[in-house]
């Protein structure tokens, strides 16, 4: 059952940046976040509801600009789907418990799995272990 705030609160918690990319689906630009190019060992959580989203060892660089991993911690943490904005067809990503707005995930990413979640910085909060 996804986890229900008002807009209202959200705005109150949030960044500008966090809040416009996890609840307005806006994507902030290449190579600014804080993590497109953060290496330490932790886990990545939805910065709207702490969900368990990605872990560090799964995390590489795609030169795109934006944290990339090649697979989620758990994919009942992750809501798939079609996303056919901006005249592309692309697969969106979304926190499963509270509907933010996370990324994107395409099939040209490393093995095992070979895919890439291209993921916006605004929309993780990192927990070291």
Known sequence: MPMKKTDQEYQQELSDISYRVTRQAATERPFTGEYWDYWQVGQYNCICCNTPL???DTKFDAGCGWPSYYQPLDSKNIDEHRDVTHG????????????????HVFEDGPAPTGLRYC???????????
Do not use: P, W, Y
Not at 88 to 102: F, G, P, Q
């Open 54 to 56: 990605f872990q560090s």
């Open 88 to 103: 592309m067809i692309r697969t969106e990503v979304r926190c499963s418990k509270c509907d933010a707005h996370l990324g």
């Open 119 to 129: 993921i916006n910085s605004a929309s993780l909060k990192f927990n070291s272990d």
